[in-house]
Nanobody, 115 residues
Framework: QVQLVESGGGWVQPGGSLRLSCVAS????????MGWYRQAPGKERERVAG???????SYADSGKDRFTISRDNARNTVYLHMNILKHEDTAVYYC?????????WGQGTQATVSS
């Protein structure tokens, strides 16, 4: 059984920052890709950023130059540092992890950008 637990969401004013964390726990030896998706009200879930097991990263255009994904493999943790947040970044942010032949999702953490 694998579990992903996100934290770090909350309310922030436009221009502010948030750091999301996601910890994977359970029975596994290693994690392949990890990353983040988000879903805004009335919209489909969209990819935000990803990180391979080798450390390469990729970003959706919406977060380039503002978001940074990082991993701590020893702690089975992935982070998403979000800067210069905008109203349109308001969403539930979901962590995912590819472990073995399966993909796993967290329960999501809400990030609200509002003045």
């Amino acid at each position: 059984q694998v579990q992903l637990v996100e934290s770090g969401g909350g309310w922030v004013q436009p221009g502010g920052s948030l750091r999301l964390s996601c910890v994977a726990s359970g029975s596994f030896s290693s994690i392949n890709a990890m990353g983040w998706y988000r879903q805004a009200p009335g919209k489909e879930r969209e990819r935000v950023a990803g990180s391979s097991s080798g450390g390469s990263t990729s970003y959706a255009d919406s977060g380039k130059d503002r978001f940074t994904i990082s991993r701590d493999n020893a702690r089975n943790t992935v982070y998403l540092h979000m800067n210069i947040l905008k109203h349109e970044d308001t969403a539930v942010y979901y962590c995912y992890a590819d472990i073995g032949l399966s993909g796993y999702w967290g329960q999501g953490t809400q990030a609200t950008v509002s003045s």
